[in-house]
């Protein structure tokens, strides 16, 4: 970690570049002559026609080079990377096991250097990054130790294409790949196209050299979606992003035969009635700002009974106040850096300053830690936290998830109100309700659209055993996590939950 009082803003743009002539050291082979990332598919370093920067949102600069590849490109190498299946499903688990723990221990070797890479990637501090990397080694453990019994009668699907967002690349993104590829089948997945791609590429570099069958390619989202997901030699498809585009990928699949899971936005509520323990509420509140609010289970809906409104603000102004939003990976601490990019950043400037022109009352408004900046440092990605009250219902704000540290209070008057605003959204990943009534509480989250909901506690993704999925537009087919996730990519006997249209 670097020194707030040491380092400049030069020093700062040589320890990015440091960390990339250290890579090429450590992975050449992800690399041309030029230091330009190249694409891996089964098992050959691609040369695309074109490159694209990848931007560090920390502070705008040019972290490396990515492959910008074409449509026939990738439809090429989906069909290269389909034909693996036959010799890699060929082999016995315990083959493809060992493989994976080779992989595995690969990844060991480099996750310092992976983590630190991922840090100016996205934008993650250094403790976020951390758990990015471990929770995928610690997740895959786990799947290694209870793989047998997960795919007793089963078989490999097929080659399983994954379209994921940026901001967990290992800990969600990289395990599903693994796992998918433990099952006995090739993988093929996508750079997301706003982060994340340098550190996803020399991971993927890591793999191939244990022997998976895993591709990994970049280019627009528009001019590869029809190889990534009509392709027919793609048997199933692992989704991550916004509804819009989610909805889109679920028209094309739900007229194929093709598996699929999906995972969609929703905005994500808290209700809080007849409620008195502020303090644990005010824990939560600060844990929920991990990685400035870029996470699908974040909490950016607070629906409360209209007498408990002061006792909610005061709590939040309390606990967010004492939040610092900083460069990332300076000595200052920080409790969260920049947001992706500086065009994200904007996007909710905008919401906000609309909400404001149309009555919106900003309840709180953070700022940035001053001494957690290096001198003329680009700052435009860097968002504060913002607490908002009375945003109206044609607002974006109101129906959509903000993907940021973005808060939008609503206050109500009746049991029958708090659920329908909690339910704004047509349905949810996470949930939760505050109450000192247990019998309340409980009457209240079965009425919660989502697919987890949590009682005077948050809820989050999980992994391994814990299933994971949605209610309504925030998923569709099949759930996720543990035994789940296996057979939503593989055939057999047994009926796969999911979120299934009628």
Same mark, same amino acid.
């Given at each position: ?76 190498? #989906? ?20 493989? #994976? ?39 895959? =453990? ?10 007793? =009668? ?24 693994? #796992? ?112 400035? %609010? @870029? ?15 002061? %006792? ?45 022109? @149309? ?59 708090? #659920? ?21 509480? @409980? ?8 697919? %987890? ?50």
């Amino acid at each position: 970690m670097l020194n707030s009082e040491l380092v400049g803003e030069p020093l700062l743009h040589l320890e990015s570049r440091h960390l990339l002539a250290e890579a090429r050291g450590a992975i050449p082979e992800a690399f041309d002559a030029q230091g330009r990332l190249l694409s891996p598919i089964a098992g050959r370093w691609v040369r695309p026609p074109a490159w694209f920067n990848a931007v560090s949102p920390i502070d705008c600069s040019v972290l490396a080079e990515l492959p910008l590849l074409g449509a026939a490109q990738v439809s090429a190498g #989906v069909e290269q990377a389909a034909a693996e299946l036959g010799p890699w499903a060929a082999r016995p688990l315990e083959d493809r096991a060992l493989a #994976v723990t080779e992989a595995v221990a690969e990844l060991l070797a480099h996750r310092d250097l992976l983590v630190r890479i991922l840090a100016w990637d996205i934008g993650k501090t250094l403790p976020t990054a951390c758990n990015d990397v471990d929770r995928c080694l610690s997740g895959i =453990g786990w799947y290694l130790e209870r793989m047998g019994p997960m795919l007793d =009668g089963r078989k490999p699907l097929g080659l399983v294409s994954n379209i994921a967002s940026w901001n967990y690349p290992f800990s969600v993104l990289l395990l599903n790949v693994l #796992v998918q590829a433990l099952s006995g089948n090739p993988v093929i997945a996508k750079i997301p196209t706003q982060g994340g791609g340098v550190s996803l590429t020399l991971a993927f570099a890591l793999l191939r050299r244990a022997g998976l069958p895993v591709s990994l390619v970049g280019g627009r989202g528009r001019d590869l979606s029809e190889a990534l997901v009509g392709h027919p030699c793609i048997a199933g498809v692992a989704f991550i992003g916004g509804r819009a585009n989610g909805a889109e990928v679920h028209r094309r699949l739900r007229e194929s035969d093709k598996r699929y899971a999906l995972e969609m936005e929703g905005v994500n509520a808290y209700a809080i009635t007849h409620f008195t323990d502020w303090d644990a509420l005010a824990r939560q509140l600060r844990v929920g700002f991990d990685f400035g %609010k @870029q996470r699908c289970t974040a909490y950016t809906r607070w629906v409360v009974e209209r007498s408990l409104v002061p %006792k909610f603000v005061r709590t939040y102004v309390d606990t967010v106040s004492t939040l610092r939003v900083g460069h990332p990976l300076l000595g200052a601490h920080v409790d969260f850096g920049p947001l992706i990019s500086p065009s994200k950043a904007e996007e909710l400037r905008s919401l906000i300053a609309e909400a404001r022109e @149309q009555g919106t009352a900003v309840l709180y408004q953070g700022g940035l830690a001053e001494d957690a900046f290096t001198a003329r440092q680009d700052r435009r990605a860097y968002l504060p936290p913002t607490l908002l009250f009375g945003v109206p219902r044609d607002s974006e704000l109101y129906r959509r998830e903000p993907f940021g540290p973005v808060d939008v209070l609503v206050s109500v008057d009746s049991e029958e109100e708090l #659920v329908r605003e909690a339910n704004v959204s047509n349905g949810a990943l996470v949930a939760s309700v505050a109450t000192d009534d247990p019998e309340l509480a @409980q009457r209240i989250a079965a009425r919660l659209h989502a697919f %987890k909901v949590g009682i005077n506690a948050l809820r989050s993704r999980g992994d391994r055993e814990e299933s994971f999925g949605g209610r309504g537009g925030s998923w569709a087919g099949a759930f996720v996590g543990g035994t789940h996730l296996v057979r939503a990519f593989t055939d057999g006997p047994h009926p796969m939950e999911g979120n299934w249209p009628d």
